[in-house]
């Protein structure tokens, strides 16, 4: 199957098959939220905004990594970066292998006319950076597009689900130590839904990686979305429910990592995660599937999902009596 191809299969496994985990949660909905029946606050001046990798959001979310590559994809990342630039948020666009490797599929992520203003972040598989690919394909991935940075993906429980995936992970942080300061733009680790740990982040922690992305699990399970592509049912359920836990996840690498910006996805689902996330550790939060369907949809539909979120968080804070999302008062909150 052509590297278009499969990107389309996994919009339509995504869109048609339920691909969340089913027997994990993120674990933000066990943590409590203050409430202070009388915060000294007006919700209209709760400050959400924030800085990650030197650009200022107007609130600290971002659209999730997801597509590239099929005409589909297109429309999906028109519509993404259109919400993002309306409400100020930053976008993470999906793999850009497809692109480097066919011309033809370049058009589908060249989403800065849409998106002049936003922080927009590329995305690679490390796997790669064991078949050839050096900081010379990152940053190509990042100058083509325009992009502000660019976020590496790793993703081994997708992979060995994936036929013919590479499988190949050995040495891979020395290699990434080599690339990372060449790459001289900011480059994230990522997960995609299974978790990065604490061992993980102390691991990677003389890499040079800008932040880490924690992508742990209770929301999409990208193993799922590989066995049901490949077989059109759970062949490996069991498989499919491992990965630590984003709420977990958060935790350790906080713990591991007290400096490094941390972002929380995998199952961010609400502005009230968001919220319980930035008490946590998290930076900035990110969220990708509960996007997917409004982005085939118009920029519009996006919107409608993205400020849901934010105004829970905004109410969340108002509420606990929080008045910035500033790292220090949330994480002493
Ligand atoms: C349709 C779709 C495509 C995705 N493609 C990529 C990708 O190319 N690269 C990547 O790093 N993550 C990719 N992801 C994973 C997401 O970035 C995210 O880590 C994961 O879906 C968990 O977040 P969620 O629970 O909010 O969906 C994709 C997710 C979706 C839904």
Redesign the pocket.
């Known amino acids: 199957m052509s590297l278009s191809a499969r990107k389309l299969k996994?919009?339509n496994v995504?869109l048609e098959y339920p691909v969340?985990f089913s027997t994990k949660t993120t674990g933000f909905e066990s943590l409590p939220w203050a409430y202070r029946a009388l915060p000294e606050l007006r919700l209209e001046d709760v400050q959400l905004e924030t800085r990650f990798l030197g650009k200022t959001l107007k609130a600290p979310l971002l659209i999730?990594?997801?597509?590239?590559g099929a005409d589909l994809a297109g429309t999906i990342n028109k519509n993404l970066a259109i919400a993002a630039q309306a409400l100020g948020l930053g976008l993470?666009l999906?793999?850009q292998r497809v692109m480097l490797e066919h011309e033809s599929a370049r058009a589908s992520f060249s989403v800065r006319q849409y998106a002049p203003d936003v922080l927009l972040i590329g995305?690679l598989?490390v796997a790669q950076f064991k078949k050839g690919y050096d900081h010379n394909q990152a940053k190509k991935a990042i100058e083509l597009i325009g992009a502000d940075a660019i976020?590496f993906?790793t993703?081994p429980l997708q992979e060995a689900l994936q036929i013919g995936g590479d499988t190949d992970f050995m040495g891979l942080i020395p290699i990434l130590k080599q690339i990372v300061p060449k790459v001289q733009y900011p480059v994230m680790l990522?997960?995609?839904?299974h978790g990065l740990s604490g061992s993980v982040a102390k691991a990677v922690q003389n890499v040079g990686f800008a932040a880490l992305?924690v992508?742990g699990a209770?929301?999409?399970s990208?193993a799922k979305?590989e066995d049901f592509a490949h077989h059109g049912k759970l062949l490996y359920p069991d498989l499919c429910e491992i990965g630590i836990p984003t709420l977990t996840a958060l935790e350790q690498c906080h713990a591991s990592l007290p400096t490094m910006p941390l972002m929380a996805?995998?199952?961010?689902?609400s502005g009230l995660d968001i919220a319980k996330a930035l008490t946590k550790g998290a930076t900035v939060c990110?969220?990708?599937?509960?996007l997917?369907e409004p982005a085939t949809k118009s920029p519009e539909a996006v919107i409608e999902v993205l400020e849901r979120m934010i105004y829970e968080l905004r109410v969340a804070l108002f509420v606990a009596g929080i008045p910035s999302v500033q790292p220090q008062l949330m994480q002493n909150a």
């Open positions: 996994h919009i995504c969340q999730g990594a997801m597509t590239g993470m999906g793999s995305n598989g976020a993906h993703n990522k997960e995609v839904g992305d992508a209770g929301g999409t990208w979305v996805s995998g199952g961010i689902r990110a969220t990708a599937m509960p997917l």
